[in-house]
């Protein structure tokens, strides 16, 4: 019994011990999670938002070599400084140094040990197959490699300045003793990155010496055993790179991991969580570890910076940051460090007016202080608006003024969003997610500048947040795209086509949480329609009509219960289905959210637990996405607590079940928060926020105030495993405060040979008063003195808007021309792409030609193939000139044919009137441009035209698609 005792009572501290579970820390930190699978990351030591990400790069080229490494790789180019955090995009690897035990040259893949590489917060290690063991540590601006050699009486390092980017200049010059400075500077993703460095190699190589251009190797003495190698780096000049390397102060490899692992470690501190599963406890350390890797330092020391104009600044108060991948990170990354981030949030809110003032707009995407302009909307004012409302300072006058400039530029579609209130596939490509994202954006504009009381603005740019409306099909209450005054056929929702950024109908549909009252009145008014409204008595509407939340939250029903499967284009970014729901890319992050304005907020928490279990896993593939600068872990980090912030610009979180035991979080002002979990289950059935009188039940508010947790405080989560009577809480609404009605529907061909049906139709959200503005239509007026049907008898337009006093409108607009029915036009051989096929072959002959921009759909693309287009005349003509439209966008792997060949049909021989090559410049690198080739003849009667198109072939080396073959894209065929 004596012995029996002693581990009874053992095996129940045990059991306590594991009911109380632990806090998470450093050690919870898995820096492989995300680096396998699409997650993109990587393993590189670097400290918390730190300028240098230290680490190994093992692939550049395809999806998965964004971040310049995979899991999967067991060889490696070596380790370079610099590394982006789970883009869709390549670039960085700047500086690549590999240690090896004889001399390597460019381009070398040496293999290692998947056993040997350790990754932690701060620190990285792997061995070789030679042997040779690398380590790296890294602060701030400042990295070490320690190496290990094993049997080699050549050791050194090899010094390549030529890695992945098409380099620009470079330099490397030997300053002193084992001391080494240079630059980079280079064209990727970023069009001119400026990348400078101060080396430090002991001990001091006996040569060094040039292997190639921009490929150096220093040969270290005989026998050495030991090497460190100390960079510091710069993004002003290789003067800031050596005054970064005083960060170093002397420090040992082993004092700088230390130190790093310190600030991890006080990091995570802020935000604590508690549970007894270690996985979780993992997932959610690393998750606040990736969302803590980005944005990165961009000053030096001595708070020099490179600008958004290329110009060096010094700015001696606060830091600036780089890596601003925004249309992810508004969504939850940023309002995350509002709460976490006091002094950083304050530095991005200046750093971002700065850039306005060096650039005159704010970033889009921003990168080493380059603007990318790569994804859509201007969500740097969401940024904005959200940290103003959480009482952030800012320049008043200054903010407004760079929201506005940004808003009011004429650049992607945004003077036809201005003019018409909404974009149709006409005016610009992706239309239908621009639309949704400026009226996102605008609301934020609207919100701040009602703060600031700014009415002018704020009556602007709340009539500019209803645009939304107009793509809303009233007969599925999902978004639809609007093309030449009408609804966009054939349409399925489904489908991924380049109407939509990175996503379809159903995955943009549940963008308006700005104005969800108007959102949900527009979704009731055309749901009453498809249920006959006007024909049922009055006495039944109530029983027989759904309400406006009961509308919403059958919509997200269908979302989730759809089927997984996509059409359309192939779409890397659409992962992590449930239903039509992809969780693997950020427009569908808040969607389950949205069931917080319903009358059945317990989905939420059923969702959002369901996403949390099925879509992160400790284990390199466990993220099933990008993880975009920290976007994706970030969702992690506040669903997990249970406080999401839906509406971005507004200092509001959701509330939804925590996943932990306790939750114990650092508010800015000092408060502490604590948050405990009684019971188990995925539904709230109570929550304390701690105060001494709580509400009743249906007074009890779905969300919290930024400034009630500013305040900490105890508050109390009863848990349980059937949903609870939490639906009888206050539902979550937010309204815009507009009644502005969606445009009207114009129905007519886009061409015609005779004249052709015009209608102009209401979406039955309001009346039609008919034709704004027209010409070739003659009209029949109805009863009441409108035009709303009538012939379009010549080329011409219609503009019309649906009548609203004191609001503005929105306005469709229908172009169409009246085309020479004497000509037909068919493929003799190639076959378009399906993506990319317009109206068929006879969009070449319709009259209409396309401007530059390809993803609207008035061009036709061929891929990987040659063709030959046909053109018969019904009656022969005289002609003297055929010209050929051909578009080059070699970014997006469209290239020029090699050459075209036109060939005309004189009596019953055909006989070529000309030849073009293009071969010299159709795979080069040029920015994207239209191209008329005109072929010119003597005056021939012509029965029929051959136009011959021959594909250039693979892309060439420079191209991040390099061997891959390529698209050409035809237009209009000009007959005079």
């Known amino acids: 019994m004596r012995r029996t005792f002693p581990l009874i009572a053992l095996l129940i501290g045990l059991t306590l011990h594991a009911q109380q579970g ?168 970023a069009r001119e990155q400026h990348f400078y460095f101060h080396l430090d190699v002991q001990p001091q190589p006996d040569t060094s010496y040039e292997i190639s251009d921009g490929v150096y190797w220093l040969a270290l003495p005989l026998g050495t055993k030991e090497a460190t190698i100390q960079v510091a780096m710069s993004g002003t000049s290789e003067e800031g790179a050596w005054n970064n390397f005083a960060e170093l102060e002397g420090q040992s490899f082993d004092a700088l991991r230390e130190t ?231 349409y399925e929702p489904r489908e991924v086509n380049n109407h939509f950024t990175e996503a379809n109908a159903y995955q943009y549909s549940f963008s308006p949480v700005h104005d969800l009252e108007g959102w949900m009145e527009l979704l009731h008014v055309f749901s009453g329609q498809s249920q006959k409204r006007d024909k049922l008595p009055r006495r039944k509407e109530a029983s027989v009509l759904k309400t406006r939340h009961q509308t919403l939250e059958d919509l997200l029903d269908q979302l989730f219960a759809a089927s997984s499967k996509t059409l359309g284009r192939e779409q890397v970014d659409i992962t992590g289905l449930l239903g039509q729901y992809a969780h693997g890319n950020e427009p569908s992050h808040h969607i389950a959210y949205l069931y917080n304005a319903t009358n059945k907020p317990n989905k939420t928490s059923f969702r959002v637990h369901q996403i949390l279990n099925q879509f992160y896993q400790n284990k390199p593939d466990g993220l099933h996405g990008n993880e975009d600068c920290g976007q ?177 409108n929105h306005v469709a607009k229908a172009v169409f021309s009246k085309r020479d029915d004497n000509l037909k036009a068919t493929w003799i051989s190639g076959i378009s792409h399906p993506q990319y096929s317009a109206d068929g072959p006879q969009t070449l002959v319709d009259g209409i030609s396309g401007d530059g921009d390809w993803r609207k759909g008035s061009w036709m693309g061929i891929y990987d193939q040659n063709a030959t287009l046909e053109i018969s005349l019904k009656n022969p003509k005289n002609l003297t000139t055929i010209k050929v439209g051909l578009l080059k966008d070699i970014r997006a792997w469209i290239a020029l044919p090699k050459w075209v060949r036109v060939e005309v049909l004189v009596g019953d021989l055909w006989t070529e009137v000309g030849s073009t090559s293009l071969n010299e410049r159709a795979l080069t690198q040029e920015d994207p441009y239209r191209l008329e080739l005109p072929f010119n003849f003597e005056t021939t009667l012509v029965k029929a035209i051959r136009v011959h198109y021959e594909n250039a072939g693979a892309l060439e080396n420079w191209h991040p698609g390099a061997g891959y073959p390529t698209y050409f894209f035809m237009d209009e065929v000009v007959l005079n």
């Open 22 to 189: 632990e806090w998470t820390s450093v050690s919870d930190i898995n820096p492989f999670i995300g680096t396998g699978g699409h997650g993109h990351t990587h393993p590189s030591a670097q400290s918390p938002f730190g300028m240098i990400q230290l680490g190994p790069n093992s692939r550049y080229e395809g999806w998965d070599g964004c971040g310049g490494y995979h899991f999967t790789d067991s060889t490696m180019f070596g380790f370079t400084c610099t590394h982006l955090s789970g883009t869709g995009v390549s670039d960085y690897g700047d500086l690549l140094i590999l240690p090896f035990s004889k001399p390597v040259y460019e381009g070398t893949q040496v293999g290692f040990s998947k056993d040997s590489e350790t990754a932690e917060a701060g620190y990285y290690r792997v061995q070789f197959s030679d042997g040779t063991q690398v380590e790296a540590t890294a602060g701030d601006r400042v990295g070490i490699l320690r190496v290990n050699y094993e049997n080699t009486d050549a050791p050194g390092l090899m010094i390549d300045l030529n890695f992945r980017d098409r380099v620009l200049d470079k330099s490397f010059e030997q300053t002193g003793s084992g001391q080494w400075q240079g630059k980079r500077i280079s064209e990727g993703w």
């Open 260 to 490: 790093t692992t310190g600030k991890w470690e006080a990091e995570l501190a802020k935000s604590k969580v508690k549970s007894d599963n270690k996985d979780q406890r993992s997932i959610y350390a690393t998750a606040l570890y990736h969302a803590y890797s980005v944005p990165n330092l961009w000053s030096d020391v001595d708070g020099r910076y490179r600008g958004a104009d290329n110009k060096v600044y010094l700015d001696t108060i606060h830091r600036h940051y780089t890596v601003y991948s925004l249309w992810d990170t508004y969504r939850t990354a940023h309002p995350l460090y509002t709460i976490t981030q006091p002094e950083r949030t304050q530095e991005f809110v200046y750093g971002m007016l700065d850039m306005y003032k060096q650039r005159g707009r704010l970033p889009i995407w921003e990168l080493a202080g380059n603007e990318t302009d790569c994804m859509i909307g201007y969500h740097s004012v969401s940024v904005l608006a959200d940290a103003i409302a959480k009482g952030y300072h800012t320049d008043t006058a200054l903010t407004i003024e760079a929201m506005r400039a940004t808003a009011e530029m004429d650049v992607f579609g945004l003077s036809d969003y201005k003019e018409y209130g909404f974009l149709s596939i006409e005016n610009e490509s992706e239309s239908v997610s621009k639309t949704l994202e400026y009226s996102y954006d605008d609301a934020c504009i609207a919100w701040t500048a009602k703060l600031f009381n700014d009415y002018t603005t704020y009556n602007e740019y709340q009539q500019r947040s209803t645009g939304y409306r107009s793509l809303i099909d009233p007969e599925s209450g999902l978004v639809r795209p609007r093309s030449n005054g009408d609804f966009f056929s054939p």
């Open 632 to 808: 994706m872990s970030a969702w992690y980090v506040m669903a997990s607590v249970g406080l999401y912030p839906l509406v971005p610009g507004k200092p509001e979180y959701q509330i939804s079940t925590p996943v932990w035991d306790e939750i114990q979080w650092s508010m800015p002002g000092g408060e502490i928060l604590n948050i405990s979990s009684n019971g188990t289950g995925n539904y709230i059935e109570h929550y304390d926020l701690g105060q001494k009188d709580s509400a009743p039940l249906w007074k009890q508010k779905r969300y919290v105030t930024h400034e009630q947790l500013l305040k900490g405080g105890n508050w109390t989560v009863t848990k349980n495993d059937l949903a609870t009577n939490w639906n009888q809480t206050e539902r979550y609404t937010n309204s815009m405060n507009n009644p502005t009605p969606p445009a009207p529907i114009i129905r007519v061909p886009r061409s015609f040979t005779s004249p052709a049906e015009v209608e102009i139709i209401s979406t039955g959200y309001g009346d039609v008063w008919g034709s704004t503005q027209d010409e070739g239509v003659e009209w029949k007026k109805d009863r009441k003195g409108r035009q709303t049907k009538g012939k379009a008898v010549e080329s011409g337009f219609i503009k019309a808007k649906t009548p609203h006093y004191g609001y503005g």
